[in-house]
């Protein structure tokens, strides 16, 4: 799961603290979190989890199937 933003600043969530090796690719490639849209693991905004785009994709595509 990506890591928890430290606060927010004109409503967009903002972590200065610096991510582990592991955090960094987790901000963008994260199975376990359904969202596509999450806060960054480090700076300030959002990041897209493209593990999330992807499951979704085979799973409309199964169901399209039958």
Excluded: E, V
């Amino acid at each position: 799961m990506a890591r928890k933003p430290q606060g927010r600043f004109l409503g967009m969530p903002y972590n200065w603290s610096r991510p582990a090796r592991g955090d960094r690719r987790r901000g963008f490639w994260d199975p376990s979190d359904d969202r596509i849209i999450t806060p960054k693991n480090y700076g300030w905004g959002y990041a897209i989890n493209f593990a999330a785009i992807l499951g979704r994709l085979q799973s409309h595509r199964r169901t399209r199937r039958r």
